[in-house]
């Protein structure tokens, strides 16, 4: 099964760091470029960054350009995000998702999310 | 960067009727338009993407139209599942951008 499972948010203080994985089953995932989303409460989709299958190619949002680095590790099967100088409009359901095909940037697969808090 | 204008943003419909919902985009995105739906508490689901082309396993009810700037989702003969809010993104261009949303509720 197709699966991508999200893990480390939580509550984190404005300036604060958070690191996001996902941890990517049932598909080559070093073969897929892969995708952050997140969701504000009660809010829309925001896209917030691609990273391309061997990691040489990045994409920000740019609200989080130099705060935020997407990376990943082929080996483990894993996604990252790393969320520096948090701020609350941070405050979001994090998903991760996959690119099917190259250069078609839309998601096929999606995790369930983890929600990141950042209040004082 | 591409703004995605979907509408209306709630469109009430009773079951078994067709829902047409619209995405408008500030510049040309050609054919490269997603649409995904989205219920309380899970993750979006993939619909529609190449502006047209249905999504594995999605059934024939939901269709996709348009290119350039105007596209359309249909769904016929709405069911209890199919209420939702329903996304549109552009992937022509970076960023990528999602429209608002339209919340597909029951009348």
């Known amino acids: 099964e197709v699966q991508l499972v999200e893990s480390g948010g939580g509550l984190v203080q404005p300036g604060g760091s958070l690191r996001l994985s996902c941890a990517a089953s049932?598909?080559?995932?070093?073969?897929?470029?892969m995708s952050w989303v997140r969701q504000a409460p009660g809010k829309g989709l925001e896209w917030v960054a691609n990273i391309k299958q061997d990691g040489s190619e990045k994409y920000y949002v740019d609200s989080v350009e130099g705060r935020f680095t997407i990376s990943r590790d082929n080996a483990k099967n894993s996604l990252y995000l790393q969320m520096n100088s948090l701020r609350a409009e941070d405050t979001a359901v994090y998903f991760c998702a996959r690119v099917p095909f190259i250069y078609q940037y839309y998601m096929d697969v999606w995790g369930k999310g983890t929600t990141v808090t950042v209040s004082s | 960067e591409v703004v995605m204008t979907q509408s209306p943003a709630t469109l009430s419909v009773s079951p078994g009727e067709r829902a047409t919902l619209s995405c408008r985009a500030s510049q040309s995105v050609i054919s490269n338009l997603a649409w995904y739906q989205q219920k309380p508490g899970q993750a979006p689901r993939l619909l529609i993407y190449?502006?047209?082309t249905r999504a594995t396993g999605i059934p024939a009810k939901f269709s996709g139209s348009g290119s350039g700037t105007e596209f359309t989702l249909t769904i016929s003969s709405l069911q209890s599942e199919d209420f939702a809010v329903y996304y549109c993104q552009q992937y022509n261009n970076w960023p990528l951008t999602f429209g608002g949303g339209t919340k597909v509720e029951i009348k």
């Open positions: 049932g598909f080559p995932f070093s073969k897929y470029w």
């Open positions: 190449g502006a047209s």
